[in-house]
């Protein structure tokens, strides 16, 4: 997919600007909270019918950024992690997933954010990574990105063996099942190391890394990435080398010839249905 299918020139600058705003604005807001939650290690966890946590933090965020959104914008279609979807036959569709990285929230590691998108005609719009105790956000409009407000861009090419590549589950079955191409691919890499979730993708934007692999996503997982990571200038695929707006992985590079070296050792890789 080429950067000309989000050209987006039914919408002004000036109105891509002001949703990127708005999702900034209420990013940091529920951030206030969530950042006191995560202080204060004043929550419960339950484990949803996935087998993934959930805690209250989740729930009251991502119903504060419902009702901001259902307010500034009623016409608009919500998909979120917690509480399902609606209005997605909208033109426009606000991709939220509360706390990216639950796992680490319960944990006590700060590498957790907040991910919010938004859809255009089923394409994502403008994306931002909040992470609230680390006081980064970052934001995009697939042309730029910016951090906390500085235009950022990923670090210039490097080869595999110089090469920082993340994930979030190096143990997840999808990878170890590519077996010896997999192996390699680690093996070659010259730090490898598992700050996944939206940090890695975050680091990648920051210059602070080169790959990152996610083998199953959710969209509320992905599609809010994809703006920031394409503002940045990263190149963006599935596992399978396919636009990830329509299948269940993603993989970040910070180059064409990087990303078609990480998917010769994701050869193979299997086509998962959402």
């Known amino acids: 997919m080429t950067r000309k299918d989000f050209s987006m020139k039914e919408l002004s600058h000036e109105s891509v600007a002001a949703f990127l705003s708005f999702a900034e604005k209420i990013a940091r807001e ?92 089923r394409r994502p719009l403008v994306g931002v990574i909040h992470q ?52 390699n691919l680690i093996r070659e890499a010259g730090v490898v190391r598992s700050w996944g979730d939206c940090f890695g993708y975050l680091s990648l934007v920051m210059g602070q890394a080169d790959i990152m692999i996610d083998p199953i996503l959710n969209p509320w997982d992905m599609l809010p990435l994809l703006p920031v990571l394409r503002g940045a200038g990263a190149v963006v695929s599935d596992c399978n080398g396919g636009p990830p707006e329509d299948g269940t992985s993603l993989l970040a590079t910070t180059s064409r010839s990087l990303q078609q070296r990480v998917l010769r050792g994701l050869e193979d890789f299997p086509m998962i249905a959402r």
């Open 30 to 121: 529920v951030g206030v909270g969530i950042a006191d939650r995560f202080r204060s290690r004043s929550f419960s966890v339950e484990n949803k019918e996935d087998g993934s946590p959930v805690t209250e933090a989740d729930q009251e965020a991502e119903k504060y950024l419902r009702s901001c959104i259902e307010k500034e914008f009623p016409e608009h279609g919500i998909i979120g992690e917690e509480f399902g979807a609606k209005g997605t036959g909208q033109e426009f569709i606000w991709v939220i997933d509360p706390i990216d990285g639950t796992k680490s929230f319960v944990h006590g590691v700060p590498l957790f954010g907040t991910l919010i998108g938004l859809l255009y005609r």
């Open 132 to 183: 609230p105790v680390l006081d980064r956000l970052a934001s995009g409009d697939n042309r730029q990105a910016w951090l906390n407000g500085e235009q950022i861009r990923v670090r210039k090419e490097r080869p595999l063996s110089e090469a920082t590549l993340l994930m979030t589950d190096p143990s997840d079955s999808l990878l170890l099942e590519r077996g010896d191409s997999y192996k």
